[in-house]
Nanobody
Framework: QVQLVESGGGLVQAGGSLRLSCVAS????????MGWFRQAPGKEREFVAA????????????SYADSVKGRFTISRDNAKNTVSLQMNSLKFEDTAVYYC????????????????WGQGTQVTVSS
């Protein structure tokens, strides 16, 4: 069992930055690929970014949705059981609840492939 707790959401103007963090409980954090997803009102949950567990070949280490590529960066600190999402050049359309997720195995880009979820943190970008 893994418990995930997100933080760092808030209100920011377009063009600004936010950094989301997700802390995982348990001692097996290194066994999990981690992902960030988001869900806007009236829309389905969508993939944002994912990062593989330690030891994965660098070429396959992380991946991003096209809509955030070049603006968002996912990273993990395995010593602190933490995965972060640095979000720069935020746009109004980035407004959503952002969720952290964990998956035993390789990184994935679809919500149904993830086993554990956090409660979400709201990100609101004003235009």
């Amino acid at each position: 069992q893994v418990q995930l707790v997100e933080s760092g959401g808030g209100l920011v103007q377009a063009g600004g930055s936010l950094r989301l963090s997700c802390v995982a409980s348990g001692r097996t954090f290194n066994m999990y690929a981690m992902g960030w997803f988001r869900q806007a009102p009236g829309k389905e949950r969508e993939f944002v970014a994912a990062i593989s567990r330690p030891g994965t070949i660098t070429h396959y280490a992380d991946s991003y949705a096209d809509s955030v590529k070049g603006r968002f960066t996912i990273s993990r600190d395995n010593a602190k059981n933490t995965v972060s999402l640095q979000m720069n050049s935020l746009k109004f359309e980035d407004t959503a609840v952002y969720y952290c997720a964990a998956r035993a195995g390789l990184r994935a880009t679809t919500p149904r492939d993830y086993d554990y979820w956090g409660q979400g943190t709201q990100v609101t970008v004003s235009s």
